[in-house]
């Protein structure tokens, strides 16, 4: 309040003050007292002491030395005074104004009809309604049924059989004489009068008869024979018939331990109805918020219910749909959207029957309450990009909850790195949703004296869960001080200022035993049990539960259908993603320009003009690609689960869809993905001149990049670190790398892994493998060139290597064989050639309709002589030539295969022309094995083709094959390896997104948590 309204204000009450001359001509003024009283409330005593001598001097200049007012003089004063301070003086000042002035004219014997147009004349200046100025005046100069709108009229008295429907009602057991207490609505106001004998106290001042004092939060009326009376009592009292249906929770004997500890919940029971601030307080490990997350139902105790009108909230959740409200410490909002994007969203899960008005108005509706809505259009933004400040996040934060009105509001540290004045704010929102007939819990730490007095009653917990106090905060004080025998047990707050120091009933709680030197120990004087046990003895052994009707009811929260969830998920997430101008730009040309770098520096030049087919680098841009799609499939989708943890821990709570919100993401990933590859095959491809397999290498990259979205997605579910996720990609990406088989060859690995006939099991699990040999197999044998001669090519390579490797290889196998029918020597392994021979003639006679070697089951050596030796030798000699004459025909075909392309194309320029821009030499040279010397690579009882791959017919019949095969068998039919491979990948991202679903990633890693290393139980 400014000085110039101070000085106007003395000015004010000068000019009604009445006032008489003494005998010795002094001026008497008996209204002083009440002029005091009220700077009292406003000012220190040195100021109090300067503005009644200000007082004194104005009341010399208005009155004339016989004492006579002059109130006809001063009506122009009056209102000149009244217009100034009015647009200064909040309604709650103006309204203590004006009970003082009635004070004023209450002193005097009688009471003139100038006095009361006077106070009238100011009540209309300040915009005082004509029904409260009636209750104020008749409060002050009538008598209490004079009161002409008994609704706002509570008595509090020791009348028993007290009996009218209109005015509110406290008995109070021996109390003598009347409590009057006023309810001025338009300021939400408290102010009482006590009629009667017996001294009572307003927070340890004395009350005098027939003046009105102001009963704020935290307040209490006492006497020495009565109990006390508390604000929250009397705010209930008048709640008590404004609301039909109360809604009563309670806590029945609950407990509560966690794994391998005696920390928890210990023996806790409670039961409160709406209308009530609870306050939650406790130390460091008190269990404050453990507390929260039994009685909203996240965490289900041992032992004991929790329930709400009688309802069960863990195995009755259908039935308080709604009810239950949580407003975590972290925040739940969303970055990149506004605030009212943010509270709108929400609106449209919890209101699924509310048209687009409807949630436009409840939303503009609750913004304007919180006083958010002149920001309703900012961005929320982070901690590092702030938008609004700390006040109005938390504020959106409880509107978020708020807007679905529930009955029952959970709130943890709302004052937590708030401002003091941002933090009363917040508590007054949260105490004004109790004055509307809900019940809110709030977790706080270190409130200040005005925050703790809002509160209309306090639970304190200790160290490891143990309840040690509930009731009356200020009470706390005189609780503990009493147990600990304090010299000024009874002094609950400062008699000069009226503050309470929270902080005093931890620093009792707590406070240690001094040793023999004078020093502070770590041993508490009173332990936590010690404390619990004096709470069970004092308080909990009063507890019982307040009666309730079995019924809850109706609210407007339904959440919509999972299709619609899914909607308003994905609308949300893209809206988000759209304003966030660095992931946009990041995700949207991060892939052409890794296309455009790969392109570039692999678009090797051989001669004077860039040839496809001299491009040595193709297979290392087939190989990067695959990278780039893995890496940014992985990167892209990291952290999307992770970000929303929080949001999604709400989201659970109000029962949405967690299927709903995943497949949103996953649609979300796999479109951006999509829009990633197509870029990025469009550019590099076109860059290094790869024509007619754009589709093939966009399904191929698409279809990788989607198999790490879902591998991202797993990760950000089950992992709890962003930097852990960062940690974990390159032990994700390196063995894609080294078991892709392009850096290191199968059969070069580690012989625990390397194998000839078959790509090692190690290389199937990874994706990479799939998708290079995917892309080198199509690039080989699906451009415009080579499929006008693949099957030719590839019956010549089938004939070829028998005639020329395989066949000679047997021929020398069984020489070997014959020498040793000769002379038996220990270089020649008699069994492993014979079983050789024996398993490569049997996969022979298999390719032909007709048996004809019939000494097959005579190679061995029991049974091996000079003549099947002879027989052996005829037939492979046969076969040789068999083949070579295959070998022959499928020549003579190519060269007529090569002649009609040529008349095709018309000239021999347009055939070369067709070649150097569709088939590349150095992937050639890399799927046909052409730069290792080894052809043939012997088992213990195979020999294994290592020439030609691209050629080679896969032998298993359930998938599985060698590197580079042109296709696959599965169950008999034969699959190109392109589609084979393309379906093996989004096989495994299905895989991954059940596993998603399910989440069995994050269950594994929990298991470990799960498991008791020896540990001991922690002691209290």
């Not at 030609?948 to 998938?959: Q, R, T, V, W």
Request: include cysteine.
């Amino acid at each position: 309040m400014s000085e110039s309204i101070l000085k106007a204000l003395m000015r004010l009450f000068a000019i009604i003050a009445d006032v008489e001359i003494g005998e010795n001509g002094e001026i008497l003024n008996p209204g002083r007292v009440i002029v005091a009283s009220y700077l009292k409330q406003q000012l220190n005593q040195e100021l109090v002491d300067e503005y009644l001598a200000l007082f004194d001097q104005y009341i010399a200049q208005h009155h004339s030395k016989k004492g006579k007012k002059r109130m006809s003089a001063n009506s122009v004063k009056v209102l000149a005074i009244c217009s100034r301070v009015n647009d200064e003086l909040r309604q709650e000042q103006k309204m203590l104004v004006l009970l003082k002035l009635f004070e004023f004219i209450n002193h005097e014997s009688s009471i003139t009809d100038e006095e009361l147009e006077f106070v009238k004349t100011v009540a209309v200046t300040f915009n005082i309604n004509q029904l409260e100025y009636e209750n104020c005046k008749a409060l002050i100069l009538e008598e209490p049924d004079k009161i002409p709108y008994k609704q706002n009229l509570l008595l509090v008295d020791g009348n028993k059989d007290f009996s009218n429907s209109e005015v509110k009602h406290i008995y109070s057991e021996h109390i003598t004489g009347q409590l009057v207490i006023l309810h001025i609505e338009s300021t939400n106001m408290y102010v009482f009068g006590y009629i009667g004998n017996e001294p009572f106290y307003l927070n340890s001042q004395i009350i005098s008869p027939k003046r009105v004092y102001v009963l704020v939060k935290g307040s209490s009326i006492r006497s020495r024979k009565t109990s006390p009376i508390y604000y929250s009592d009397v705010v209930g009292a008048f709640l008590s018939q404004s609301k039909s249906e109360k809604i009563i929770f309670t806590a029945h004997n609950v407990e509560f331990r966690f794994p391998n500890s005696d920390n928890g919940l210990h023996f806790f029971n409670f039961s409160e109805e709406t209308g009530q601030l609870i306050g939650v307080m406790g130390g460091s490990g008190a269990g404050k918020s453990t507390l929260l997350n039994i009685l909203n139902g996240n965490i289900k105790p041992q032992s004991g219910e929790v329930l709400i009108n009688g309802f069960n909230i863990y195995s009755e959740k259908e039935a308080i749909k709604g009810v239950v409200g949580f407003v975590p410490q972290d925040d739940l909002l969303i970055e990149e959207l506004t605030v009212y994007q943010n509270l709108y969203y929400n609106s449209k899960l919890c209101f699924n029957d509310y048209t687009e008005q409807q949630i436009y108005e409840a939303v503009t509706k609750v913004l304007q309450d919180l006083d958010l809505y002149e920001i309703r259009n900012l961005k929320v933004g982070g901690p590092l990009n702030k938008f609004i400040s700390g006040g109005q996040r938390k504020r959106l934060n409880i509107a978020l909850e708020l807007i679905r009105e529930p009955d029952v509001m959970f709130v943890d540290e709302p004052t937590s790195g708030l401002s003091s004045m941002d933090s009363e704010m917040v508590m007054d929102l949260l105490k004004e949703i109790t004055l509307k007939g809900k019940l809110a819990i709030i977790n706080i730490h270190q409130p200040s004296s005005d925050i703790f007095k809002l509160f209309d009653k306090i639970l304190i917990l200790d160290k490891g869960g143990y309840p040690i106090y509930f009731g009356n905060p200020t009470e706390s004080v005189v609780y503990f001080k009493k147990a600990t025998n304090h010299i000024n047990s009874n002094e609950s707050e400062c008699n000069t200022c009226g503050n309470v120091n929270p902080e005093q009933v931890l620093q009792i709680v707590e406070s240690k035993v001094v040793d023999e030197y004078g020093k502070l120990t770590k041993s508490r004087k009173i332990s936590s049990k010690e404390w619990n046990k004096h709470y069970s003895e004092n308080i909990d052994v009063d507890f019982k539960t307040k009666p309730f009707s079995k019924s809850i009811r109706k609210n407007n929260f339904k959440i919509p259908s999972k299709i619609n969830q899914f909607r308003i998920f994905i609308t949300r997430d893209v809206l988000a993603k759209l304003t966030n101008r660095q992931y946009i730009l990041m995700n949207f040309f991060e892939a052409p320009l890794l296309a455009f770098i790969l392109g570039y520096f692999t678009k090797y030049v051989a001669g004077e003009r860039y040839l496809f087919s001299e491009n040595e680098n193709l297979y290392a841009y087939l190989f990067m690609a695959i990278v780039v799609a893995l890496f940014l499939g992985l990167t892209v989708s990291a952290e999307e689960i992770i970000r929303d943890r929080k949001i999604l821990q709400r989201e659970r709570f109000l029962s949405l869809s967690r299927f709903s919100y995943i497949n949103s993401k996953v649609m979300i990933m796999f479109v951006l993905s999509a829009i990633q590859m197509f870029t990025f095959v469009l550019i590099g491809n076109y860059i290094l001149g790869i024509k007619g397999l754009t589709i093939n290498y966009f399904l191929v990259l698409y279809s990788s990049a989607c198999f790490a979205n879902m591998l991202g997605l797993n990760i950000s579910s089950a992992l709890n670190s962003v930097v852990t996720i960062y940690i974990l990609i390159p032990f994700i990406l390196v063995p894609q790398l080294l078991l892709s088989g392009v850096i290191v060859k199968f059969d070069k690995l580690h012989k625990t892994f390397a194998s000839h006939k078959y790509v090692p099991f190690v290389g199937d699990l990874m994706t990479s493998r799939w998708a290079f040999e995917a892309l080198a197999v199509t690039q080989f044998k699906d451009n415009e060139w080579e499929k006008n001669f693949f099957e030719i090519d590839r019956k010549k390579s089938y004939a070829e290597y028998r005639f020329n490797y395989l066949l000679p290889e047997l021929i020398n196998i069984l020489d070997g064989c014959d020498r040793y029918l000769t002379k038996p020597t220990k270089e020649v392994d008699m069994n492993k050639n014979l079983l050789i021979l024996n398993n490569e003639i049997e996969i022979l006679e298999k390719s032909f309709s007709k048996k004809t070697f019939k000494k097959l089951a005579q190679l061995n050596k029991k049974n091996f002589n000079s003549d099947i030796s002879e027989n052996t030798r005829n037939y492979l000699e046969t076969k040789k030539k068999y083949f070579l004459k295959k070998y022959n025909e499928s020549t003579v075909e190519s060269d007529k295969r090569f002649n009609n392309i040529s008349k095709k194309y018309k000239s021999k320029d347009n055939l070369i022309a067709l070649k150097e821009d569709y088939f590349n030499n150095s992937l050639s040279e890399l799927v046909t094995n052409k730069n290792s010397f080894q052809t043939v690579f012997e088992t213990d009882d195979r020999l294994i083709q290592m020439t030609k791959p691209i050629f080679k017919d896969p032998e298993s019949n359930y998938g599985r094959a060698h590197f580079y095969a042109p296709y696959k068998y599965l169950f008999g039919k034969k699959i190109d390896t392109l589609w084979f491979n393309i379906g093996f990948i989004w096989f495994t991202t299905l895989f991954m997104y059940v596993a998603l679903i399910f989440e069995w990633l994050k269950k594994l890693l929990n298991v470990g948590d799960k498991i008791n290393f020896g540990r001991k139980k922690e002691k209290d």
